[in-house]
Every structure is written in C-alpha cells, then in structure tokens.
C-alpha cells in the first residue's frame, strides 16, 4: 500500500483565495483525521470522520473551515476564503477500527501571503 | 478534556550517548494509550514507540523505551546510543481508546538535535 497520500505537498495562495486540500486513506482503514501543525499551537485535531460519516468537527476553527468525505478513499479540506494566518502544515490520517496509532500522510504546507 | 505537557522545548545530545525526553499528562480515565511520534526534517509524523495503560511493563522498540509512571501520570521516552538520525521533533500523544475514542491529542513537541 503507499500510504496515506495527501496533495498538495506545498500551496502558496493569495489572501481570500479558495484552498482545497486533499487525502487519500489506506485502503480498508474506516477512520480519517486533519490535523493541523502551527509552531504556536502544535498539532491539533480539526475533524475526524468514521466510515465516511464526520464524529467530531469541534476543532474546525471556524466556518470558512469545511471537510468532506464523500467515499472511502478521498477527503478534502476546503478553506474559503483563505487568511494569511491559516498558514500551517496540514496533515491527513487513517486509521482501523480495533487498531492503536494512525498512519500520516506527508502533510501539505499552506502559506497564505 | 486530556492534556498533554511537554516542558523542555529543546534538548541536544552527543552522538552515542543516552537522552531522556519528559512527558506528563492529566486525565480522568483508567485505561488508555500513550505515544511517541518522531518528525525529522521531512515532516512525515513516524510512530515510535506506544504503551497501553493497562500494561505495567515499560515498552521498548531497540534502541527506545519508555518510563510509564502511571500514578504521576508520567510517560518518558529513553533514547540509547543516539544517532545523527534521530535528530526531528519529538511528540508525546494520548489516546483514550479504540474505535470512536481514538482521537489523539499530542503535546507541543521537542526538538532534539543529535551532534556529531
């Protein structure tokens, strides 16, 4: 398997531009996870998703922040309108039910100048 | 909610020798799971080392092992004859289960630089 595939690997956008991030699960893992990485606040959940469907979308920071799901094998992360201080490394993961620990995807670096 | 506390912001060692990064975390279960996660420069988050709750013996992956203090909440990773390679940051996490528990919340990370 390769992975949780996630693209990009670098964005660069203008301010109030749409961003749409996008994740590709291990194949039969039933669970996916954004994070976001800030060297102000670490690494913190946004939403997580089981079988497709969102558990938990308490750390979306706010409404310009939406995930989706829409099969097993793809996520997106959209942020509209994009603000210079969404600038972080997003990562996506999967995991299986009845397992311990995630696997990662490689992440993608977003700057919004 | 769980939280999860690493002090030490950075920390160096020499090349061969032996380094201890500290972790604590405050929570109100009796069964759950704790992590190590490494990220070097490449930024992939790679497992390291996990120890389930339950389980009084301390976990070890070669050259790592931890420190299970459960009564002080305490959760070390021992990292022997250190290598250039093991220079990343390092990120101490809990998961309080499996299943739709299994959302992990990671402390602020270490930056630990391995010198020649």
């Known amino acids: 398997d390769a992975g949780v595939i996630q693209s990009p690997r670098h964005e660069v956008t203008e301010m109030g531009q749409e961003v749409t991030l996008r994740c590709k699960p291990i194949?039969?893992?039933?669970?996916l996870f954004w994070y976001r990485q800030t060297m102000m606040r670490g690494l913190e959940l946004l939403i997580y998703?089981?079988?497709?469907?969102?558990?938990?979308d308490s750390g979306m920071p706010e409404d310009r922040f939406s995930a989706k799901m829409p099969n097993a094998s793809f996520s997106t992360l959209k942020i509209q309108p994009s603000e210079p201080r969404d600038s972080a490394v997003y990562f996506c993961a999967s995991s299986m039910t009845g397992t311990l620990g995630y696997t990662f995807g490689s992440g993608t670096r977003l700057t919004v100048v | 909610a769980q939280t999860v506390t690493q002090s030490q912001p950075e920390m160096s060692v020499q090349e061969a020798e032996t380094v201890t990064l500290s972790c604590t975390y405050d929570t109100s279960e009796s069964n759950y799971y704790l992590f190590w996660y490494k990220q070097p420069p490449s930024r992939q988050m790679i497992l390291v080392i996990r120890q389930e709750a339950y389980k009084q013996q301390n976990a070890t992956e070669n050259r790592f092992s931890v420190n299970f203090q459960k009564a002080a909440k305490s959760f070390s990773l021992k990292i022997s004859d250190s290598q250039l390679g093991d220079t990343a940051m390092y990120f101490c996490?809990?998961?309080?289960?499996?299943?739709?528990?299994?959302?992990?919340?990671f402390g602020k990370g270490i930056t630990l630089s391995v010198r020649p």
């Open positions: 998703f089981n079988n497709n469907v969102p558990i938990d």
């Open positions: 194949s039969g893992h039933d669970y």
């Open positions: 996490a809990f998961m309080k289960g499996v299943g739709a528990n299994s959302k992990l919340t």
